[in-house]
């Protein structure tokens, strides 16, 4: 699977987890599947709020997201999320621009991945939240 612009234009919402066989999988709601589950999202108690900043061409390696489940919203830049997900290509590409809303709970196997577009920086806005936050 390549690299596309899916969803649409603006705000988009994506959910990272684990599937039982230890892969990471995005599921992307549109707004109006995301409508119906983001009121419980921001009602959540949070443990944490950081100010991120990541420069143009950055990149991280597998990871997860340490036992703790993360919201990311993407306030400035391109980046991609990259998930070993079992595809026909083995790993597939998920772009975060401005607008996305990522909940990370990824929090066993081999985690996901993730670059910084090389053309300019990004800010993000993390919360963590406690891990029983539903």
Same mark, same amino acid.
């Given at each position: 699977?390549? #690299?596309?612009?899916?969803?649409?234009?603006?705000?988009?919402?994506?959910? #990272?987890?684990?599937?039982?066989?230890?892969?990471?999988?995005?599921?992307?709601?549109?707004?109006?599947?995301?409508?119906?589950?983001?009121?419980?999202?921001?009602?959540?108690?949070?443990?944490?709020?950081?100010?991120?900043?990541?420069?143009?061409?950055?990149?991280?390696?597998?990871?997860?997201?340490?036992?703790?489940?993360? #919201?990311?919203?993407? #306030?400035?830049?391109?980046?991609?999320?990259?998930?070993?997900?079992?595809?026909?290509?083995?790993?597939?590409?998920?772009?975060?621009?401005?607008?996305?809303?990522?909940?990370?709970?990824?929090?066993?196997?081999?985690?996901?991945?993730?670059?910084?577009?090389?053309?300019?920086?990004?800010?993000?806005?993390?919360?963590?939240?406690?891990?029983?936050?539903?």
């Amino acid at each position: 699977s390549g #690299l596309t612009q899916s969803g649409p234009a603006g705000f988009y919402f994506i959910h #990272l987890s684990t599937t039982p066989e230890g892969r990471s999988r995005i599921e992307q709601l549109n707004p109006a599947q995301a409508n119906e589950k983001l009121p419980y999202f921001f009602r959540a108690k949070a443990t944490g709020v950081s100010l991120l900043t990541f420069p143009a061409g950055h990149s991280w390696d597998w990871h997860l997201t340490y036992q703790v489940p993360r #919201l990311i919203v993407q #306030l400035r830049g391109m980046a991609v999320t990259i998930v070993d997900d079992g595809s026909d290509a083995g790993i597939s590409y998920h772009p975060l621009r401005p607008g996305s809303v990522l909940l990370a709970e990824d929090f066993s196997g081999r985690g996901h991945r993730g670059m910084i577009f090389p053309d300019e920086p990004v800010v993000s806005l993390q919360v963590d939240l406690v891990k029983d936050w539903r």
